[in-house]
């Protein structure tokens, strides 16, 4: 058990300085980035400030593997350095157990972090993007033509989303149970007030009586309107959602009868998450006990960050690819870890043969 601590008290320090430094990185470069906005309607120095901060628990979370990756090379290669290993083996303890007790540490702070961050970052992310896109009255679009939804028996068409409480030109398709076009609504604007959907500028034609008519309202009051998470699924990044969030969003899709392995596959990324941080983590970790224990830190750094930068690329690509040759979601997210699993597996007996056992 001491020997155990020690090793969790190393971990962390090596894990908190690695955040602060990767962490404070990211925020320059993001401050720097939303510059170019500066002046930008009401985009004052103090609205990019509440930006950056509101977004830090993402941040943190987009640095957070790589973090655990540096910092371990750090505080553990400090150890193996100092030979503080060869103690531990004199005194019984196998490498192998070493490594077992700092990867089982790994994968307890990876939960706890992701499973904080998972209950933060929607919150404030939105928050963060709403401020924004007030401040810049900036729109969200994804195609010249607007974006199409399905949303039970309408199809909805959006030309501009400011945010999920407030969209433009909006064309609304209802269709009966026999699939046949009933009403066709034209909407200038629509907010949300959390409770309510406010319309502006409705035209709606009935085409399913004869002769056709068309009515027209300046203001409508609506319970509701067209639900929130449709417009979440597609302005949504897969790291500002929640899990529940995802939960909500397959369970949408799936009763509209629309596509969900996009969902799907953002849901095992997400529970894979604390073993895919663990398992990076067990890719550097030859390189500290084998035979490269004693070089540099420069060095260990560098090769922490090809490993890193290796898993995260491959881990990216892989799902997407499996993807679209039809294999599941589930698959498509365990096969990178289970190939990043062999390889470390070889790593390690590789550079053990002429290291510490």
């Known amino acids: 058990m001491i020997i155990f601590l020690y090793l969790f008290k190393r971990l962390i320090y090596g894990l908190l300085i690695s955040m602060i430094v990767l962490t404070s990185i990211d925020v320059f470069f993001s401050f720097t980035a939303e510059l170019k906005y500066l002046n930008q309607g009401t985009y004052d120095f103090l609205t990019i400030t509440k930006y950056i901060i509101l977004n830090l628990p993402k941040s ?14 750090l505080s553990l290669g400090s150890m193996a350095s100092d030979y503080e290993f060869v103690a531990m083996q004199s005194a019984g303890i196998s490498i192998s157990k070493i490594i077992s007790f700092i990867l089982i540490q790994s994968f307890l702070i990876s939960t706890v972090f992701y499973t ?33 939804f399905k949303d039970k028996q309408s199809f ?17 398709y209802d269709f009966n149970q026999n699939n046949e076009l009933i009403t066709i609504h034209h909407i200038k604007e629509a907010t949300n007030n959390g409770q309510k959907w406010t319309l502006h500028g409705v035209e709606s034609i009935n085409i399913n009586r004869v002769p056709v008519t068309k009515n027209t309202i300046d203001k409508q009051v609506l319970d509701s309107f067209m639900d929130k998470n449709l417009i979440m699924i597609k302005t ?6 929640s899990l529940s ?8 899709l799936e009763e509209n009868n629309l596509d969900s392995n996009i969902q799907k596959k953002i849901f095992w990324e997400k ?48 799902p997407n690819l499996g993807m679209i040759f039809g294999l599941t979601p589930f698959i498509n997210v365990l096969l990178p870890n289970l190939i990043f699993i062999v390889i470390g597996k070889y790593l390690f007996n590789h550079q053990l043969e002429s290291g510490l056992r």
């Open 60 to 73: 943190l979370t987009l640095m957070f593997p790589y973090a655990m990756l540096i910092g371990a090379m």
């Open 116 to 148: 904080v961050s998972d209950q933060l970052i929607p919150e404030y992310s939105s928050k963060a993007e709403k401020k924004k896109n007030i401040a810049l009255n900036k729109k969200i679009i994804f195609q010249r033509n607007g974006v199409w």
């Open 156 to 172: 909805i068409r959006i030309h501009e989303i400011y945010s999920q409480d407030h969209l433009k030109d909006i064309t609304k």
């Open 236 to 241: 949504d990044k897969s790291e500002s959602l």
């Open 245 to 252: 969030d995802v939960i909500k969003n397959i369970s949408y």
């Open 271 to 318: 529970i894979f998450q604390p073993f895919s941080a663990a398992l990076m983590l067990f890719l550097a970790l030859p390189f500290i006990f084998g035979k490269l224990r004693s070089t540099q830190t420069s060095k260990r750094i560098i090769i922490g960050l090809f490993i890193g930068i290796g898993f995260f690329i491959i881990s990216s690509i892989l």
